[in-house]
């Protein structure tokens, strides 16, 4: 059974940070990118970081861009998004999600492996 599990959410004011982390299992995820997407009340889910298998390609939402980092450990199936300078915008459930095609791609539709979430609020 393929998982992906989030952890590392929670509360933070403003200004803040905050690392979240994934953890894969129950298949080799060998070529895979993987990505961060989140989905704040009310709206659509949104890209927001992604990284290739190699690690040496990334890509960010505007956004996020300058304040959050992505990176991944494949010998431990994981990949981290450190989130700094938060802002209460930044407030949503995040999601893990593994890309088959290797692209740092923004399309959430070619993601076919999707965590459960954890929540990241941030006050003001």
């Known amino acids: 059974q393929v998982r992906l599990v989030e952890s590392g959410g929670g509360l933070v004011q403003a200004g803040g940070s905050l690392r979240l982390s994934c953890v894969a299992s129950?298949?080799?995820?060998?070529?895979?990118?993987m990505g961060w997407f989140r989905q704040a009340p009310g709206k659509k889910r949104e890209f927001v970081a992604a990284?290739?298998?190699?690690?040496?390609?990334?890509y960010y939402a505007d956004s996020v861009k300058a304040r959050f980092t992505i990176s991944r450990d494949n010998a431990k199936n994981s990949v981290l998004l450190q989130m700094n300078s938060l802002k209460p915008e930044d407030t949503a459930v995040y999601y893990c999600?593994?890309?088959?095609?290797?692209?740092?791609?923004?399309?959430?539709?070619?993601?076919?492996?999707w965590g459960q979430g954890t929540q990241v609020t941030v006050s003001s």
């Open positions: 129950g298949r080799t995820f060998t070529g895979y990118a």
């Open positions: 990284i290739t298998w190699s690690g040496t390609t990334t």
């Open positions: 999600a593994a890309n088959p095609y290797g692209n740092t791609s923004s399309r959430d539709s070619l993601y076919n492996y």
